[in-house]
């Protein structure tokens, strides 16, 4: 993972675990699905968002969300580096198939430094 790219994934991760610590699960999770689309090309950063996701499903006591992130860590570690639909958030309430639109300052990291970046 390109430098710049981590980094930023590293500060949506450290705000998610800041939101997860002081109760917000809302802002966690949505901190969590940023750093996914950044991450979900790399096996460790991808899995690493998914537990997190994980646990503020077992915080939030969402059966949903616990049972369709097991398979989704799995995923991340074994499919990660061969095909990952782009900008999928990772929740277990989307298709894990399913591509979705990347916000426009997180599309600008990834043309920049993604794994598809021209350098």
């Known amino acids: 993972m390109h430098p710049e790219l981590r980094r ?3 500060a ?5 675990v800041h ?3 002081a109760g917000d699960y809302r802002l966690a999770f949505s901190h969590l699905e940023r750093a996914h689309i950044l991450g979900q090309s790399v096996d ?7 537990w997190w996701m994980l646990k503020v ?4 006591r969402d059966v949903v969300e616990i049972t369709g992130q097991i398979p989704r860590i799995l995923g991340a570690l074994l499919f990660s ?7 999928n958030t ?4 989307v298709s894990p198939f399913k591509p979705m639109p990347i916000p426009e300052e997180l599309q600008t990291l990834l043309e920049k430094y993604g794994p598809t970046a021209k350098v």
């Open 57 to 60: 499903g077992w915080k939030r």
């Open 90 to 93: 990772g929740g277990a309430r």
């Open 44 to 50: 460790i950063a991808h899995a690493r968002a998914h």
């Open 19 to 21: 939101q997860y610590s």
């Open 8 to 10: 930023a994934y590293e």
């Open 81 to 87: 580096r061969m095909w990952v639909p782009i900008g």
């Open 12 to 16: 949506e991760m450290t705000a998610a």
